[in-house]
C-alpha cells in the first residue's frame, strides 16, 4: 500500500549549488548530506544497478515531501539535460503547487533558474515549465478553482500551517 509520495531523486553536478538553489527558490530546507566512495558501492549495484559508483548527496524537505540531490563523482554522467525535451520518455518533469506564482517565479529566476517564459493561464490556474540551473525541468503551478482534484490544499494533503 502506498503512504504518499515521498521524494524525486535529482543529479546535479554542483551540490552545494543545488541545496542553495532549492533552498532560495523553493524554499526547500537542508536537513543533512550523506554520501558513499568507490570502495562502498556494491549498495550502489544493489540498490541502481550500476558498479563503481561514488557520490555525495543531500537530503531536503519540503511542506509535503522530500528532495533527494546527488552529486556523482564515478561514474561520469552522460547526456545534457538541457537538450532533453520534456516531450522525451522517461520522467519529463517535476512540478510543484505554489500559492503566488508570481513571487516564487521571481524567486526562482533570482536564485539562477531557466526560464523561456513568464507563468501562463492555465484553465483558471497558471503555470510555467522552467529548468532549474542543471537543466532539470520543474513545473510551478498555482492551481485555478477549476481543478479542485489537483489542489493539494482542497485535497489536504499538505500541513495544516501550509494551508
Known sequence: MIIGFHHPGIVVPDLE????FYSEAL??????EFGWDR????????????ADTAARCAIMKGPNCYLEL???ESPAPRGDPNERRACDPGIAHIAF???NIDTVFEKFKAAGGIVHNSPVKVGEGRSIYCR???GNIIELMEIGDDEPDFDL???????METQ
Request: with cysteine; net charge negative; charged share 25%.
Open 27 to 32: 524554499g526547500f530546507e537542508y536537513i543533512r
Open 39 to 50: 570502495s562502498e558501492s556494491e549498495q550502489g549495484v544493489a540498490v541502481m544497478g550500476i
Open 153 to 159: 490544499i482542497a485535497d489536504k494533503l499538505l500541513p
Open 132 to 134: 532549474d540551473p542543471f
Open 97 to 99: 503547487q505554489v500559492k
Open 17 to 20: 549549488r543545488a541545496c542553495t
Open 70 to 72: 546527488f552529486a556523482y
